[in-house]
């Protein structure tokens, strides 16, 4: 909706701050650093890598929740049904800089013991073109893919799902320098309230055939992916974070050897001056809230990593 909203210049001109919005690489850590290093101001980032970031001692601020619905992760064979995921002997796929998918992995893994069955080996594939040319070529017998951008493989033949999972959090936020958040935090908050705006006019009939072309163009979506991907996702777009997002993140980093466990909680990187933190019992019967959302699991077999102590 952002990039939408900037291509059709869309309530442009009357924002009441300067916005120069940078393209940043498919890449958590170079977004951060960018943050580090005074470039950016303000940022739209994976909701597990935020976490990762605010318990590794950074001093980033949680500025609010851009996209309250999960991200959904499936495991895909090269046209082969019957196959389940108790038949992977040798190499899987993953999305590259993806921590989600990390995790995701994580999530399979306990299922049943890697380890006593030899191990899983893992290979980082840059894109989707990359995945289909190694599983198509034998490389790796299997890949983890976020679903909305496996859809076309699946949709096609050319790709079987065999077992999914979700991540039950908000998939992403809002965060900002902790200097911006001081200084600018009428202007984060214009900027929250302006991406709810993005998100609206997005999703109007009327612009339907530009968004289309767009996201052909950009993320090659198309026809019934369109749609697929619409459905799966929920702009939220305020300054609201929810308690649950952060521990539920933090839960599955620390189950996954990705966060040490004992750290503080993420909620004390909270940008406190202007968004609120949310306990679950303030979203009864808001929007925000889905069936798959706030502890309901999505995926097969066993759920979730051992509860966390805050």
Not at 49 to 58: E, H, N, Y
Not at 186 to 196: A, D, E, L, N
Not at 238 to 266: K, M, W, Y
Request: with cysteine; glycine share 6%; net charge negative.
């Amino acid at each position: 909706p952002v990039q939408f909203a900037l291509v059709q210049q869309n309530n442009i001109h009357d924002l009441p701050f300067h916005l120069h919005w940078v393209k940043c690489p498919p890449d958590a850590d170079a977004v951060l650093a960018m943050l580090g290093a005074g470039l950016l101001d303000t940022a739209i980032l994976h909701t597990e890598d935020v976490v990762q970031a605010a318990t590794g001692g950074s001093t980033l601020r949680i500025c609010g929740t851009y996209t309250s619905s999960p991200r959904c992760f499936g495991l895909y064979v090269q046209n082969q049904k019957g196959e389940g995921p108790e038949t992977l002997r040798s190499q899987c796929g993953l999305q590259q800089n993806c921590l989600g998918s990390q995790l995701a992995l994580h999530v399979m893994g306990q299922e049943r013991e890697w380890r006593t069955q030899g191990g899983l080996y893992l290979r980082q594939l840059s894109s989707i073109e990359a995945a289909k040319t190694a599983l198509a070529s034998g490389r790796v017998q299997a890949v983890l893919w976020e679903r909305h951008l496996a859809f076309e493989c699946v949709s096609s033949g050319e790709w079987v799902e065999i077992w999914q999972t979700t991540l039950p959090w908000s998939s992403a936020l809002f965060v900002a320098t902790r200097d911006a958040a001081y200084a600018k935090s009428k202007s984060i908050q214009s900027f929250v309230q302006w991406t709810r705006t993005c998100s609206e006019d997005f999703l109007e009939a009327e612009a339907a055939e530009a968004a289309s072309q767009l996201l052909a163009n950009t993320y090659r979506l198309s026809g019934v992916g369109v749609l697929a991907w619409l459905s799966s996702v929920r702009w939220w777009c305020r300054c609201e974070v929810l308690r649950s997002d952060l521990t539920e993140a933090l839960r599955h980093l620390i189950f996954a050897n990705l966060a040490q466990p004992g750290v503080v909680h993420p909620s004390k990187n909270l940008a406190k001056s202007f968004c609120d933190l949310l306990e679950a019992t303030d979203l009864q019967g808001s929007p925000y809230l889905a069936e798959e959302h706030l502890g309901s699991k999505q995926h097969k077999g066993r759920t979730s990593p051992m509860p966390l102590d805050e």
